[in-house]
Nanobody, 124 residues
Framework: QVQLIESGGGLVQAGGSLRLSCAAS????????LGWFRQAPGKEREFVAAINWSGSITYYADSVKGRFTISRDNAKNTVYLEMNILKPEDTAVYYC?????????????????WGQGTQVTVSS
């Protein structure tokens, strides 16, 4: 059974930065695509960023493109989300996810395992 544990969330002022981490246990995910999603209060969970198995291909939601960077360290079985120039509208619970495929996906149904989430709050 795969477990994904996110960390790095917190409270930050607008314009600031945070780095989220998601460590996997139970099996190595070096052959699997990984993604980040977020869910704001009263809204549906939405795609943020994804990365393929090797890290050579990444994809971002338009709302975070140019501000967020997804990366992975397969030796550490960990995926990261570097978030810069944060805005109040980035406030949400952020989830990492893993899928049993090498290529990335942008929809919730494309992922098989999910972490429990970490809260990111951006104050104005």
């Amino acid at each position: 059974q795969v477990q994904l544990i996110e960390s790095g969330g917190g409270l930050v002022q607008a314009g600031g930065s945070l780095r989220l981490s998601c460590a996997a246990s139970g099996r190595t995910l070096s052959s699997n695509a990984l993604g980040w999603f977020r869910q704001a209060p009263g809204k549906e969970r939405e795609f943020v960023a994804a990365i393929n198995w090797s890290g050579s291909i990444t994809y971002y939601a338009d709302s975070v493109k140019g501000r967020f960077t997804i990366s992975r360290d397969n030796a550490k079985n960990t995926v990261y989300l570097e978030m810069n120039i944060l805005k109040p509208e980035d406030t949400a619970v952020y989830y990492c996810a893993a899928r049993w495929a090498a290529g990335y996906a942008t929809n919730n149904n494309g992922y098989d395992y999910w972490g429990q989430g970490t809260q990111v709050t951006v104050s104005s």
